[in-house]
Each structure stands twice: as C-alpha cells, then as structure tokens.
C-alpha cells in the first residue's frame, strides 16, 4: 500500500501525522509493542517517519539508544533506520521531560496512511481539514466506564 495519493488537482495528499510518547518501566519491556508496531506498518495502517528510544536513568540522565543495537532494546531492532529528520533535540528535551526517572520510552511519529484514500477524496470534492483534536485513549476509556456504570445503575434501578 502506499503512503500518498493524488488529488484531482495533481498534488499529493497525505494523511494526518501524529507523534506519541509511550512510557515503560524498565523492568516491564517484553517486545510486544514493538511487534504491534511493525504489525500496523506492514499492513499499511501507518507509515513511519521516526522513532526515538529514549532511556532516562534514575538520576535524570537521558540517552537516546541506538535501535540497531539488539542488546540495547529489545524489539526496536526491526526500527532501526527510522528517521525522517522531523524530531530534533529540542524534542529529546521535551519527551524527557515528561518521563519519569528509570523509565524507557518510544517517541514515534507516524502517518495515518489508512486515511489518504478519504483525504483525497474530500480535497478532490474542494473540501479541506479546518479543525482536527486527539482524544486520549486514557480518557476515552475512562468515559465509556463511567457510561456503561450508568446504563447498569438505570438498569438496575428500573427493575
């Protein structure tokens, strides 16, 4: 699949680009999200344009570890190479910042590549993004509990 398309116009459309920060613990590093991360990019859900590891030792001390080292994280290995030039060190700085001391974390930035067909069809159509925001899955979550908590009270106060 590939990551652009082609408005009527001519110009080539891409999908939105995000950027996380995940956070592990040190002590908690299985693989397993490296492996779901390579699952979306080779299925062409995403397109990777970065990803940064960045270790912050209990000190507060930061480094950014090499992924093609496979004794320096596990999994990120398969990563190595991405680099699109759009992090800089000023986002080193600022991920760090929000970690916590003895923590691991993975900065990616990535493409939206399953939304390209949508995207050029609404430009060729003249339409065109004004507003876009990001819920956080965290609260997403904590919102259907609350919803699926009152429809049990409502339920259970009915009968």
Avoid at 65 to 89: H, K, N, Q
Wanted: net charge negative; hydrophobic share 45%; glycine share 10%.
């Amino acid at each position: 699949m590939t990551s652009t398309a082609t408005t009527t116009t001519g110009s080539e459309v891409h999908g939105p680009v995000d950027f996380v920060l995940l956070e592990f613990p040190r002590d908690r590093l299985t693989g397993e999200a490296s492996k779901a991360l390579a699952d979306l990019v080779e299925s062409g859900v995403i397109r990777l344009y970065d990803l940064l590891v960045i270790s912050k030792d209990e000190d507060g001390g930061v480094a950014v570890l090499e992924l093609g080292d496979p004794t320096g994280v596990d999994g990120f290995a398969y990563f190595s190479g991405a680099r699109s030039g759009l992090l800089g060190d000023d986002d080193v700085d600022e991920a760090a910042s929000a970690m916590q001391p003895g923590t691991v974390a993975a900065l990616i930035v990535y493409e939206n590549s399953w939304a390209i067909p949508f995207v050029a069809a609404a430009r060729g159509s003249g339409g065109e993004l004004i507003a876009s925001a990001r819920i956080p899955a965290p609260v997403v979550m904590e919102a259907i509990e609350a919803l699926e908590a009152l429809d049990t009270s409502q339920t259970s106060e009915s009968a």
